[in-house]
Nanobody
Framework: VQLVESGGGLVQAGGSLRLSCTISGLTLDDYAVCWFRQTPGKEREGGSIIANSDETKLYADSVKGRFTSSTDSAKRTVYLQMNGLKTEDTGVYYC?????????????????????WGQGTQVTVSS
């Protein structure tokens, strides 16, 4: 199983970026994919999750209304469209996958439930 993130970079506050997470080695419809952000000295923070079985999407309050998750099954890629970026959005963004089981969405922000992780992509938002 491989998860490969791309799309990070440097952007000014108020700008946009689209992150991609291309996944191989698992049946995408059976998994939920979450985007986490990590900043120095802090634990990984769950930002959004998409459950590919029924397209359920959830967002942390800090990104609601600004970030949108989507999946292109043909490309086996999950996207995170980030608009209205703020300096506090700066960090390393990881995508992570967990088997979509009953009750998963109640625990979606817990990093420990995810079996597979990408290598991360750096997002830097300047003021």
């Amino acid at each position: 199983v491989q998860l490969v993130e791309s799309g990070g970079g440097l952007v000014q506050a108020g700008g946009s970026l689209r992150l991609s997470c291309t996944i191989s080695g698992l049946t995408l419809d059976d998994y939920a994919v979450c985007w986490f952000r990590q900043t120095p000295g802090k634990e990984r923070e769950g930002g959004s999750i998409i459950a590919n079985s029924d397209e359920t999407k959830l967002y942390a309050d800090s990104v609601k209304g600004r970030f949108t998750s989507s999946t292109d099954s043909a490309k086996r890629t999950v996207y995170l469209q980030m608009n209205g970026l703020k300096t506090e959005d700066t960090g390393v963004y990881y995508c992570a996958a967990a088997e979509d089981q009953v009750g998963l969405v109640r625990l979606w922000m817990m990093a420990s439930i995810y079996e597979y992780w990408g290598q991360g992509t750096q997002v830097t938002v300047s003021s």
